[in-house]
């Protein structure tokens, strides 16, 4: 029976090309963008998973009161990782670690210069990275080694067996190579070339030794015997700032490895989610598309009904029962979802490489993973069984003696459903398209947002070797400005649009002793305000002219406003046991998110900090490429053992709205997809009404209606329904952007123009697309239709 069925459902393909082909199109479409967007929910998902113990493993976070808020963040003395080891029960071993930055390594005449990231031998303990040389229980103990990954290694040593071999630390320390592991894998949430030990770190930065409870300056990692000690653990680390440094009032808490890339977003000292919201779209986004195919197949099924109706007529008659002509229409519908799951395998191939560089990651399809294949037929089953299952419950439903007699579709049930699914079709397109819209005005108010500062022809350089050196930078801020490549240098403590550096520790005249308040602080060079463009609102910025000005803090308005400072200029802070004058007063620009306000600064000069940063203004009259060629002339010339680390500010500052733009062109080119596949669905209703009222359009002709007449006729009633479609999805639209848009400060106001742009894009859509197959018939011989047989 099955064989008898197969040729059939094949012998019906094969009649109808025209049908399959839109069929197989909208199904491996649908299936292509669901399985893309689920290879990237599935890669954002294991992020933390790949490690033996992953599910007892957390990372310690550090919840702080201050401005009457509680922040969060996963910065923790050095002392915690053996203060929890030793003192809180249930806990196998922990490890801290420096957080990833860009340091120098040098072999012979190769210099690069890449992620390290300073840890201890029990970082190996938690997360077990794969050795591929070397003994995992004896690497990081001694201070000059290091450990790299694979494609480093081979970037230094080539074919070489790096194995005790040494490499340069910023032309400075000689390292021995202990160990070369497996490269981290891109969904690691610690990502670095190669390891340093702990001990180096404290022999270059001599403060680190200190056992300093209110130093918050690395990543403590922490690891339980079992999650059943999590609890008992949990609430005797929490007091653990209060033990060691009275009257702190900070809490700790364990949070789990494998959650903290996806929900390290902390409202009051809890997680409220993160990136997981986004997975959550792009979940919702690609089984939404992947039912909309399934709904355009319904249509376009249940549109050749007619001319199906003899063959279950005869069928029935003969003795065939439901369950069997059931079988047969979801053995048909199973057929073209496989068909369509070749199709979409192949465009999911030709589209990842495109997409991987859209998202700047690697996705690939895993052939050899046996749950890759599973997914993939059960995906498929699914497809097909439920594409097929109105169809095939609808078409078996006719009666012999009626369909036997002449079969004559009445505008009845069967009818409406097709309507309610082009409906569903085009709410979903209408959301998309609105909430679309409304992400792209959000990314574009926040960049033209004023930021306080002109980013453009600003660019920063790393300050490494000789320009560690105050003298040197000095002197190359002379060359700079002498050279013509630029017109003002100035110095920054850190990059112009990082975050960090903030404290507590910050008193004045008039503050209430029980309030804490969080200040970025960073120290700056002469000329700050000049070079990148911000504004002075009172008193001046440090300059050479004043010898004290190392006593002397300059404040933005947001610091002025908490410390409710009616006449900021002369106040004397006191600012970690310094007493510093205040002397400007400087706009509030945005270093952080573009998307918060600007938070309380306080910046002094660069000579009492160091500077990590050089930031150069290029002059706009002399040629750009010209200019950077000078520079990075004249910073070798100073430090020519470094290649030069340089950056346009614009550059960076684009970097913070990544998750923003990807959420915006997933949704602009899914979406799209969605709205094709509705366009197909809506030719299965258009087919179908044409087909019928076939003998109606031919009398009107007799009678004189025109072309256009016609067209106008058969619109309508599609018109009708996106605008019902329209109706339904404003609201649902709203509800969901709103909520996106709540989780920022600075948001646009949603106005009627995307709703606007909907409406015109929808009936846009739904006319051309009942058109291109109304004027068929519209334009077809009268005689044709109304000739009897």
């Not at 308040?517 to 440090?542: C, H, M, P, V, W």
């Amino acid at each position: 029976m099955f064989k008898l069925n197969l040729k059939i459902a094949l012998r019906n393909l094969w009649k109808n090309k025209g049908f399959s082909l839109i069929n197989i199109g909208g199904l491996a479409i649908g299936l292509a963008s669901c399985m893309v967007l689920l290879l990237y929910v599935t890669y954002e998902w294991s992020y933390d998973k790949q490690f033996t113990n992953h599910e007892k493993t957390y990372v310690m976070y550090h919840n702080s009161e201050a401005s009457g808020k509680i922040f969060s963040w996963a910065w923790t003395p050095a002392v915690m990782a053996d203060e929890v080891r030793e003192k809180i029960p249930g806990v196998a071993y922990s490890s801290h670690s420096s957080y990833p930055s860009n340091y120098l390594v040098t072999y012979g005449e190769k210099k690069f210069k890449d992620k390290g990231v300073y840890t201890d031998p029990s970082f190996f303990k938690i997360l077990d990275h794969k050795f591929i040389k070397g003994n995992p229980d004896k690497v990081l103990k001694e201070v000059n080694s290091i450990v790299l990954t694979k494609s480093f290694a081979e970037k230094l040593f080539g074919n070489e067996d790096p194995i005790n071999k040494t490499v340069k630390l910023d032309n400075a320390d000689v390292l021995k190579v202990e160990a070369v592991i497996e490269d981290v894998p891109a969904n690691n949430s610690i990502k670095f070339e190669y390891l340093l030990p702990w001990a180096l770190f404290e022999k270059r930065e001599p403060w680190a030794r200190e056992k300093n409870w209110g130093n918050n300056m690395c990543l403590t990692l922490v690891q339980l015997e079992n999650n059943n000690a999590f609890e008992k653990a949990n609430s005797e680390i929490g007091g653990i700032y209060k033990r060691n440094l009275p009257g702190n009032k900070d809490v700790a808490l364990l949070f789990p490895l494998d959650k903290w890339h996806l929900y390290d977003d902390f409202v009051n000292g809890k997680s409220v989610g993160g990136k997981i919201d986004q997975l959550r779209i792009f979940l919702m986004l690609a089984f939404c598309i992947l039912l909309i195919a399934c709904v355009n197949f319904m249509n376009l099924s249940t549109a050749r009904s007619e001319k199906r109706a003899k063959e279950v007529g005869v069928r029935k008659a003969i003795g065939s029962s439901r369950q069997s002509l059931i079988a047969q229409f979801l053995l048909e519908s199973v057929l073209l979802a496989i068909i369509a799951t070749v199709v979409a395998f192949a465009l999911a191939e030709v589209s990842l490489p495109y997409f991987n560089n859209l998202l700047n990651i690697k996705l690939v399809i895993a052939y050899n993973d046996w749950k890759f294949w599973m997914a993939l037929f059960s995906l498929m089953v699914f497809t097909g069984l439920v594409a097929g299952s109105y169809p095939a419950l609808y078409l078996s439903s006719f009666e012999p003696v009626k369909v036997l007699k002449g079969f004559n579709i009445k505008v009845g049930s069967s009818v409406s459903i097709r309507k309610v699914l082009v409906v569903f079709q085009f709410v979903f397109a209408v959301c998309l398209i609105i909430c679309t819209t409304i992400i792209y005005q959000q990314l574009n108010y926040i960049k033209n947002k004023p930021i306080g500062y002109n980013k453009g022809n600003l660019i920063q350089i790393a300050v490494q070797g000789n320009l560690s050196d105050e003298g040197k930078r000095n002197l190359l801020r002379d060359q700079l400005i002498k050279s013509g490549a630029a017109t003002n240098v100035t110095f920054f403590s850190r990059g112009i649009s990082e975050g960090g550096n903030n404290t507590t520790a910050v008193s004045w005249p008039g503050k209430n002793p029980k309030e804490d308040i969080f200040f970025n602080q960073r120290g700056i060079g002469y000329d700050f305000t000049k070079t990148i463009g911000a504004e002075l609102i009172s008193g001046r910025e440090f300059s050479a002219s004043y010898p004290n000005d190392t006593n002397s803090v300059v404040l933005n308005e947001s610091a002025v406003k908490v410390m409710n400072l009616k006449n900021p200029l002369g106040t004397v802070i006191d600012f970690w046991g310094n007493k510093l004058t205040v002397v400007g007063v400087m706009k509030d620009f945005v270093v952080e998110s573009a998307y918060q306000s600007v938070a309380p600064m306080l910046f002094y000069t660069s000579s009492r900090s160091g500077a990590s940063t050089i930031i150069v203004r290029l002059n706009p009259s002399a040629n750009v490429s010209s200019s950077l060629a000078k520079i990075d002339e004249l910073v070798q010339g100073i430090e020519p053992n470094f290649p030069v680390d340089r950056k346009f500010v614009d550059e960076s500052f684009e970097e913070k709205f990544q998750n923003e733009k990807l959420l915006g062109i997933l949704s602009n080119w899914f979406g799209g997809f969605a709205i094709f596949i509705s366009c197909l669905g809506l030719l299965g209703l258009a087919l179908f009404m044409a087909e019928q009222r076939k003998k109606e359009i031919s009398i009107r002709k007799v009678l004189g209606a025109s072309t256009v007449n016609i067209l106008t006729l058969l619109n309508k009633d599609f018109i009708k329904l996106v605008a019902i479609a329209n109706i339904i999805a404003f609201p649902l639209a709203y509800v969901i952007i709103n909520k996106w848009l709540s989780a920022f400060e600075y948001r646009v106001i949603i106005s009627f123009l995307p709703f606007l742009l909907a409406i015109v894009i929808s009936i846009l859509i739904a006319v051309l697309t009942v058109s291109l197959q109304s004027v068929k018939v519209a334009k077809a011989n009268p005689i044709d239709a109304l000739k009897y047989e």
